[in-house]
Nanobody, 121 residues
């Protein structure tokens, strides 16, 4: 089992920035972020392959969000800049040792509790 503890989030105005953190209880090969707005499906945002540092981003956040890793702390960060109202959602950290289904929720066995991000116009 892997426990994920998230922190960060909050409320900002459009154009602002926030940083989310997620610490895993042990090393995993893949860590990612998803988000879910009310009444919508859970969407993949970004992920990082911890053994290589390679990253992937959803088109909707590319160029605005940055995922990074502190391997010594088993912690992944999501720096979110130029935030838009449509970024408003509950953001979930996710992790797994499998890496084949990284853009899909079923590719992750372990999930954080979620943290709210609200962006006002």
């Amino acid at each position: 089992q892997v426990q994920l503890v998230e922190s960060g989030g909050g409320s900002v105005q459009a154009g602002g920035s926030l940083r989310l953190s997620c610490t895993a209880s042990r090393y995993v090969n893949l860590m990612g972020w998803f988000r879910q707005a009310p009444g919508k499906e859970r969407d993949w945002v970004a992920c990082i392959f911890t053994y290589s540092g390679s990253t992937q981003y959803a088109d909707s956040v590319k160029g605005r969000f940055t995922i990074s890793l502190d391997n010594a702390k088993n912690t992944v960060y999501l720096q979110m800049n130029s935030l838009k109202p449509e970024d408003t959602a509950v953001y979930y950290c996710a992790a797994d040792n499998r890496v084949g289904r990284w853009p899909f929720p079923d590719g992750y066995n372990y999930w954080g509790q979620g943290t709210q991000v609200s962006v006002s116009s």
